[in-house]
């Protein structure tokens, strides 16, 4: 078991899955608890990050950004043999919240950036590898994040994309750094720019993703073997 002494943790049982601990702790400043914003769970030596939001869309709105970073940022320090980060059945991540984006000029605007860039950091430095299982919608700062994972594992009905460009904007997140690298920059453009959307199928094909599972969280859980996509 590794917790961090700051923690205050509340334990449960999972009597559907293996036995796991429910980590949730005060969040700094903030209207909304840190279990509104994220499940940390453990299975055996597994860290299992979990989306969540009221709606089920898992936006990255601040508060989540901020909450995911530190969280990760303190559990890079209890040596889990993996994180694995995932989201509910109809949502990885719909990406960073619109209304909040209205709103940002400036300074603002570049501290957004700076936090979501941070969020992504933390992610890509995890010191053990990082798996994203994904279901459902993988959109804008959503698909950053599973990008900063070391590996991805998609259900076969999810939707990858970036859809900014309909809108006028552009991730700020590493997102122009990293697509590129695992599908090309042809692709990437069409994804960036045309605003493209990827099904689970031509995600695989393209190699966004490393495989396609009807339970992605099984497969990032399991063993890792010869032939393994992890």
């Known amino acids: 078991m590794w ?9 449960h049982r999972d009597t559907e899955k293996n036995k796991a601990d429910f980590i949730q702790h005060p969040v700094e400043p903030s209207d909304k608890a840190e279990n509104d914003l994220y499940e940390l769970r453990l299975h055996g030596d597994i ?3 979990r989306l969540v939001s009221d709606d089920g869309t898992n936006r990255l709105t ?24 995932t989201g509910n059945l109809h949502f990885f991540s719909a990406g960073a919240d619109l209304h909040e984006i209205a709103e940002l000029y ?7 950036a700076h936090m979501g860039q941070q969020l992504m950091t933390a992610v890509a430095n995890f010191p ?19 990008l900063a994972c070391s590996r991805r594992i998609a259900g076969p009905h999810v939707i990858f994309g970036h859809r900014g ?47 396609i599972a009807d339970d992605p969280l ?8 010869g032939s393994d996509v992890l």
Not at 165 to 172: C, E, M, S
Not at 218 to 225: T, W
């Open 3 to 11: 917790l961090r002494a700051e923690f205050s943790p509340q334990r």
């Open 128 to 146: 053990a590898p990082t798996v994203a299982a994904i279901h459902g919608y993988c959109m804008g700062g959503g698909l950053d994040l599973a």
């Open 106 to 112: 400036g300074a603002e605007a570049f501290r957004f």
């Open 165 to 211: 460009a309909a809108l006028g904007l552009i991730t700020g997140w590493g997102g122009t750094q990293r697509l590129p690298r695992l599908v090309g920059k042809a692709r990437a453009l069409q994804m960036f720019l045309a605003a493209e959307k990827l099904h689970a199928p031509e995600a695989l094909r393209y190699g966004l993703i490393d495989g």
């Open 218 to 225: 099984a497969v990032a859980l399991r063993p890792y073997e």
């Open 47 to 49: 860290a299992i990050l």
């Open 62 to 85: 601040r508060a989540r950004v901020a909450a995911l970073t530190t969280a990760i940022e303190n559990l890079a320090h209890e040596a889990p043999a993996r994180l694995v980060v």
